[in-house]
């Protein structure tokens, strides 16, 4: 059974750091391409960034470029998202998710994809 389990969110103040971590049990992460994803209350799910299988093509939205950074490690079945200069409206329920069918970029734009794979959520909130 395909289990992907979220982790390193909580609670921290605007210009802070947090990084999630994204881990797989029962497959190899190397033959998929990881998107991470934010759920905020009231509003739609949205792409925040994504990762080609082998880590070559990385996907950000506007709204984070420059800020957060995504990373895999296949050896340890795990992709990250190094969040810095957090704000207010990042706050949300990020998810990690899973596609052996879509590319990275396909993947961060259409959160509505049926994925292959996707974790429970980890709740990120940015407050003073």
């Known amino acids: 059974q395909l289990q992907l389990v979220e982790s390193g969110g909580g609670l921290v103040q605007p210009g802070g750091s947090l990084r999630l971590s994204c881990a797989a049990s029962?497959?190899?992460?190397?033959?998929?391409?990881i998107g991470w994803f934010r759920q905020a209350p009231g509003k739609e799910r949205e792409g925040v960034s994504c990762?080609?299988?082998?880590?070559?093509?990385?996907n950000y939205a506007d709204s984070v470029k420059g800020r957060f950074t995504i990373s895999r490690v296949n050896t340890e079945n795990t992709v990250y998202l190094q969040m810095n200069s957090l704000k207010p409206e990042d706050t949300a329920v990020y998810y990690c998710?899973?596609?052996?069918?879509?590319?990275?970029?396909?993947?961060?734009?259409?959160?509505?994809?049926?994925?292959?794979?996707w974790g429970k959520g980890t709740l990120v909130t940015v407050s003073s």
């Open positions: 990762i080609s299988r082998g880590g070559g093509n990385t």
């Open positions: 029962g497959f190899t992460l190397d033959y998929y391409a």
């Open positions: 998710a899973a596609s052996k069918r879509f590319i990275s970029e396909a993947m961060c734009r259409n959160p509505s994809y049926e994925m292959d794979a």
